[in-house]
């Protein structure tokens, strides 16, 4: 069997697919992990600051979150506004998760089609928040938008 | 001597084709179980898959797609994980597991199928 014919080969077909499937398997596996570490550094930041963000004297939880799909998601924020300050918000998520959402000048503010500031938004209501995790278990916030009810 | 040869040859073979039916007789069998169970299994994941969404937010995050398509531009990298975060992996993962079982198990049965039609025939 010359190469020609080894390379147009049955065989060499299924370990070219093999590979292909292997690396697509390596790709998916480095991107899980990827956003597991995330997820589970925020949650860990989070615990560990629990106390100092929440002010109310509990103990922080042993762990926030459990399995991978109920670990809090570190990129933004869905839900309900508890409490409003100056430069941060209190959101607390379907699942009864409270995140505290850090606002700069950087951060873009919406509702409907108007720009508006930290201090326009009310508590009770709902919004979604794009942003990035901060070393002290919060969001620093790129996108905030109030969403209809 | 001749005619015996010829009846033992046609009974072997006979009996070949027996044993072929019974196996994919049972093949189908399994087969059309297989693809049941998987087939139904599938409504309640998919009702689970949709109101899993519904909770982790996925809707919301989706749709500053179209209210801030520039900012969404701007952090794509931060949207992207805020999806990805938000999908039910693990629903998801099942949901595909159990597709491949139904398209298998039914590529199998009507395979089976035909077999049995051409013995029968």
Redesign the interface.
Known sequence: MNFKETVQSKTFKGFIIGVAFILLLVIVFQA?KL?GL??AEFSGRLGDNYGRIFDDGIRPPMMIGGM??SLP???????EVLKVSSSTLVVA???NLEKVIRVSSTT?I?KFRDTITILDIKVGDFI?V???ANGQGEIDA??V?I?PK | MKDNLDYLESRILNQINEIKLKRARAKMLVGRVLSGVSFVALFPIFINIFSQLQTSGFWNYLSLVFTDTSTVAVYWKEFSLSLVDALPIVSVGLVFALLLVLLTSLRFSIQDYKLIKSYEF
Do not use: I
């Not at chain 1, 998601?73 to 839900?79: D, N």
């Open positions: 899980g956003v995330r997820k991978m799909d998601g570190a990129h933004g924020a869905v839900g998520e379907p699942n873009a919406r979604s794009l942003g990035e790129k996108l938008r969403m």
